[in-house]
């Protein structure tokens, strides 16, 4: 997100759910200025106003020219300047600015821990699904609520908190560090409004030299108002081909972002969000659509048009706001409230801390995703001295908490740690779930308290919400099979004369392959697509390496219909790769085809997309939002998957 979200949303949004127009100022500026703070500033101040709790912390230091409490740096320095590829690598910057207030994680990450370059930002729709955000949230709307004495502070923590919410929007699937999460190269940016293509001013090139830390590849582009684009991206730490691939649409990011914000707002004023969606979809909606509609608005423009279209006033100073921080009685709190943000996604020591003489020890539960008839879920544990260790999990239903679903035991001889990569079958539809993990001594010595992720919510299979209807490449004999030539004259289903093998300049056997691809994807009616995430459409041969569709997004259709939100329109051109190894032909069956001498292969057409999705109704038990993860392959029925595809060449 840019200054158009941060500060101009932000205090259109504060005010519209009934914050004075001092305080909504107040909330935007600091939002704002979370992306401006580029330098740690320090102040010099009386020792004898220190805080009893900036003391404690040691948020001061005490240096030659006086006693100093440092304004936090909480943004890299802007692209232009010369030292900006330097502090991005810088572990400091990392830990202390971009993980805790752009690339939020919803768990604590521990900094020894090899798998914490993995983490990924998730875009923060249901404020209970990440703990982390929810505890900040819930503290920051009782300090408000707490009155005057504790406001200004308050003020400050919820304008923090909202442009982390924004953020967690736009940087979905990046992080903080240097990981090969954030290895991607710009494809494509696309204008809707002024059908403008201008890709090439963001210059891809130069974004690719970038290191591999957060967004730096992709630019600005992900945070800008009024576009759509497109970028490739590893899809593991193997993947030297950018293999995944990423739309995103500004509009959606911003009205996602939004409607949190207006429900945090809303909470903040002892409000029920639940009597206000009307105004949201009637009034907000419509607006933030109209204001955030063209790209690159120039910022002297910004505060008449907002204040054309929303009637309120506006004005951002990055020094003026600076200036007032550094004030001794602002300045304490805003240190102190960063502080609790980095020290809340950081690991720092054990989490749990037991009776006296028993060990102390953590332990972890990460995130549940629920996939067709199983779910995976990793959980860690460690303890200060070694132990024959037992870790135990158990699922049960939250409505019927005697009722054991899943149950799965491991042991770790003489470790002080224990860590579980499950992957375990599950055929429920829907319901609260409880998952309970405890970590034991062969002696049932509890050595950690039971970790309990309460109301874990476990939906319906992905693939049991959506309805695939392929459209193309269809059989005119078997709805099973559909046979692909390379221009032959005898009943093919489907024939191309650039479907070819032949060899190429370098004497090397090589493939062309032409497939047109269409279907619709129906989601059940009572959800709603909100935003297509990655998608890849491929050819899979059993002991072979997928064919993956040219990534060329001309070439490719894939997008929400525009009268149907329950619909997803696919279409992939003819063309998908050119001169691959032959190797992938075996010889043709002389009984299929008499007097056909050439190659023949057998492929499965898969599709594999991750959605954003919308529950429709009012049960408040269950989140509105989730993020799908679907796959052509694993659908139940038959008929509702792509046909199997047999290529056929003529002989070399």
Not at 21 to 49: L, R, W
Not at 256 to 270: I, N
Not at 306 to 325: E, I, K, P
Request: hydrophobic residues 35%; glycine residues 6%; contains cysteine.
């Amino acid at each position: 997100m840019n200054i158009e979200f941060h500060y101009y949303a932000v205090k259109y949004l504060a005010e519209m759910a009934g914050f004075p127009a001092t305080e909504a100022q107040a909330i935007a500026e600091i939002s704002q200025f979370i992306d401006d703070s580029q330098q740690e500033i320090g102040v010099t101040v009386d020792p004898s106003t220190l805080p009893q709790e900036i003391k404690e912390r040691k948020l001061y230091q005490v240096t030659p020219q006086g006693t100093k409490v440092f304004l936090p740096k909480t943004a890299v320095l802007s692209a232009p300047n010369a030292d900006y590829q330097k502090d991005l690598k810088n572990t400091d910057t990392q830990w202390k600015s971009l993980i805790p207030f752009h690339y939020f994680p919803n768990r604590a990450l521990d900094p020894g821990d090899p798998e914490t370059v993995n983490y990924t930002t998730s875009a923060i729709r249901n404020f209970a699904d990440n703990d982390l955000f929810n505890t900040q949230l819930l503290s920051s709307i009782q300090q408000y609520k707490n009155g005057a004495r504790a406001k200004t502070e308050s003020l400050l923590r919820i304008g923090i908190l909202a442009h982390i919410l924004g953020d967690s929007f736009s940087y979905t699937g990046f992080n903080g560090l240097e990981s090969w999460r954030n290895t991607a190269r710009l494809a494509e940016v696309f204008v809707p409004k002024t059908f403008q293509h201008p890709t090439a001013d963001y210059k891809p090139e130069d974004l690719a030299q970038n290191p591999t830390v957060g967004h730096a590849c992709v630019g600005s582009s992900v945070n800008d108002c009024g576009i759509s684009g497109v970028f490739y991206h590893a899809a593991d730490p193997n993947d030297t081909t950018y293999s995944a691939t990423k739309t995103f649409q500004s509009i959606n990011n911003i009205l996602g972002a939004g409607r949190g914000l207006y429900r945090y707002f809303l909470l903040c004023q002892s409000k029920s969000p639940g009597d206000y969606e009307n105004i949201w979809e009637a009034t907000i909606t419509p607006l933030l659509q109209e204001l955030t509609a063209d790209w690159h608005t120039p910022v002297s423009d910004l505060n008449d048009k907002w204040q054309n279209l929303t009637g309120l006033t506006y004005g951002y100073d990055v020094n003026a706001v600076r200036q007032r921080l550094i004030k001794p009685e602002n300045l304490y709190s805003f240190v102190i409230a960063a502080d609790d943000l980095r020290k809340c996604v950081k690991k720092t020591g054990p989490a749990v801390k037991l009776d006296s003489g028993d060990e102390a020890g953590t332990l972890e539960i990460g995130n549940l995703d629920l996939r067709n008839d199983h779910f995976k879920v990793i959980i860690n544990g460690k303890v200060e001295q070694p132990a024959p260790l037992v870790l135990q999990l158990s699922l049960k239903d939250k409505n019927f908490p005697y009722q054991q679903l899943a149950a799965h035991n491991d042991r770790f001889p003489d470790s002080s740690s224990a860590k579980v990569d499950l992957d375990i079958p599950f055929h429920k539809q829907e319901g609260l779930y409880n998952l309970q993990a405890t970590l034991s001594d062969e002696s049932e010595q509890v050595l950690t308290e039971p970790l309990t992720q309460n109301q874990a919510v476990l939906l319906e299979s992905p693939q049991l919400l959506c309805r695939l209807q392929p459209l193309a490449p269809a059989s005119l004999r078997n709805r099973f099979e559909v046979t692909v030539a390379n221009g032959f004259d005898g009943g093919w289903d489907i024939s191309y004369l650039g479907n070819d093998v032949y060899k190429n300049a370098q004497g090397n056997n090589v493939l062309d392959i032409y497939l047109p691809v269409r279907a619709l994807i129906t989601l059940d009616k009572r959800y709603s697509f909100e935003q297509l995430g990655d998608y890849n459409l491929s050819l899979n041969r059993a002991g072979g390496e997928p064919i993956y569709h040219c990534k060329n997004p001309r070439f490719n259709h894939f997008q929400i219909r525009k009268d149907d939100v329950n619909t997803i329109e696919i279409g992939f051109n003819h063309q998908w790769q050119n001169q691959l190894p032959v190797d992938l032909v075996h010889p043709a069956d002389p009984a299929d085809h008499s007097g056909h001498s050439g190659g023949t292969a057998q492929y499965q057409l898969v599709l594999r997309f991750s959605a954003d999705i919308r529950r429709r109704g009012q049960d408040d038990s269950i989140p509105k939002y989730r993020t799908i993860h679907w796959d052509s392959s694993k659908v139940p029925n038959q008929d509702q998957a792509f046909p199997q595809v047999v290529f056929k060449w003529p002989a070399l």
